[in-house]
């Protein structure tokens, strides 16, 4: 998924959802991240946090991304790779959230090669033609190279921070065109504790360059949730990801979130899934408590 039939795919769904109709028309009347976190549940205990915007080195450029951690003492990492919308309202807020949690998040804009974030404008759909026209090609034109040496750099990036606790692994989490990345990520660090892909896109196919061989070279746990949409769409890609860490003796949990469509967990897309946005995220919270001790 995450391709050119995604756009028609939120469409359909969208006819079908009356209620996932009327989530993207409020959110449509205000993007801010205030409102974004407020479709959230409040966290018990949250830290309050500090935010920026940072601008970080990386051998093919100077990447702009967003860094919010607890303001207090020292967190395990998480690195976020977002979707093919990029760096935008809605993953500052997942990030923010995060990071009330108690963890130090570096949001990055993949597209930084070619656009500052945002890349198109906030509430922005895929089913417009003039979005899709310009995302589209901005995420064909990712490379596994460019995400190894990136992957490298926002990690060194990390590791320099004093916000975050270096005795501590750090997790990586991706959507969409981001799961990919959270594997080759995994593959060039042991320093990577925890892998969380949601409505990863193409994870398990039968390419050589296919995320799921550089599962072995990975020290990392893993969450991999899969839409049912996507499911459908490709029933193999879940068999071939269970057999591949079971044979490599690595903890991960495959899912398939059903009644769940491609995208369901981000909160400014018309199919966003509450319920099942909920689920994910705790069964995330729970990779990364876990995992990155």
């Known amino acids: 998924m995450c391709d050119q039939d995604t756009p028609q795919d939120f ?26 976190l407020a479709l959230f549940p409040a966290a018990a205990n949250a830290a309050d946090v500090t935010e920026s915007e940072v601008m970080i080195k990386t051998p093919d450029g100077t990447a702009d991304c967003y860094f919010v951690h607890p303001a207090k003492g020292a967190s395990a990492a998480i690195l976020v790779w977002p979707d093919v919308l990029g760096l935008r309202p809605a993953f500052r807020a997942m990030g ?23 890349v198109v404008p906030d509430g922005a759909s895929l089913q417009d033609p003039k979005v899709s026209g310009v995302v589209f ?17 926002f990690i060194s990036w990390l590791d ?29 660090s042991d320093r990577i504790g925890a892998g969380a892909t949601f409505h990863g896109a193409a994870l398990a196919n039968d390419k050589p360059d296919s995320p799921h061989l550089l599962l072995s070279k990975t020290k990392a ?12 769409t490709d029933p193999k890609a879940k068999d071939i ?10 903890k991960a949990t495959v899912e398939v ?12 897309f018309p199919v966003y899934n509450k319920e099942g946005a909920e689920k994910a995220w705790a069964a995330m919270l729970d990779l990364f408590k876990t995992s990155l001790a």
Not at 137 to 153: I, R, V, Y
Not at 221 to 232: G, N, P, Q, T, Y
């Open 11 to 36: 469409a359909d769904h969208i006819n079908a959802n009356p209620l996932s109709r009327r989530h993207f028309v409020a959110l449509t009347a205000g993007l801010s991240m205030a409102n974004l």
């Open 96 to 118: 923010k959230r995060l990071a009330e949690n108690g963890y130090a998040v570096l949001v990055v804009n993949p597209f930084y090669r070619k656009m500052k974030a945002p």
């Open 137 to 153: 090609p901005l995420m064909q034109g990712l490379t596994a190279d460019g995400t190894f040496t990136d992957a490298k750099a």
């Open 160 to 188: 320099q921070q004093a916000a975050v606790d270096k005795k501590k692994k750090i997790g990586t989490s991706g959507y969409c065109m981001g799961g990919p990345l959270v594997i080759r990520t995994a593959s060039v």
């Open 221 to 232: 746990s893993f969450l991999i949730a899969i839409a049912d949409s996507d499911d459908k």
């Open 241 to 250: 990801l269970k057999e591949t860490f079971a044979k490599n003796g690595q």
């Open 257 to 268: 979130y059903t009644g769940c469509a491609h995208g369901w967990t981000v909160p400014d």
